[in-house]
């Protein structure tokens, strides 16, 4: 299976994401990339379910764009995207993984920070 192709255009497009629905689409563009790579439908629908309980409960996510807050967010996640990335072109599980939890550590503090928008 042709892994990398589909996982570095992600990687060129994640270097530009600024605004929040551009990060939210390259963030949807991976996930489905890694569902196809790992086979398994049932952690797909499970994050599915949970991806339409944030959209209802998150509703104004866009209103944060070009606020330090979101900017420093941007800044972090693309990071540690790319990181992802990397490790999944390396095949290094471990590493990806560890990747993948700091990008929800992430998106928590984005959600969940109670600083002013």
């Given amino acids: ?25 390259v963030e949807q563009a991976s996930h489905e990339a ?5 086979q398994s439908r049932y952690i797909q629908l499970i994050f599915h379910i949970n991806q339409a309980f ?4 998150f509703p104004l996510a866009a209103s944060r764009d070009g606020t330090p807050q979101h900017r420093e967010f941007v800044r972090a996640w693309r990071e540690a995207k790319l990181l992802e990335l990397a490790a999944i072109a390396e095949g ?6 560890m990747a993948a939890r700091h990008i929800r550590n992430i998106w928590h503090r ?8």
């Fill in 34 to 38: 890694i569902f196809d790579l790992v």
């Fill in 110 to 117: 984005r959600f969940w920070s109670k600083k002013p928008s």
């Fill in 54 to 57: 944030s959209v209802g409960r």
């Fill in 1 to 25: 299976m042709a892994v990398w192709p589909r996982f570095s255009s992600i990687s060129r497009r994640s270097l530009t994401a600024k605004s929040w629905s551009k990060v939210a689409e």
């Fill in 92 to 97: 290094d599980v471990e590493l990806g993984t």
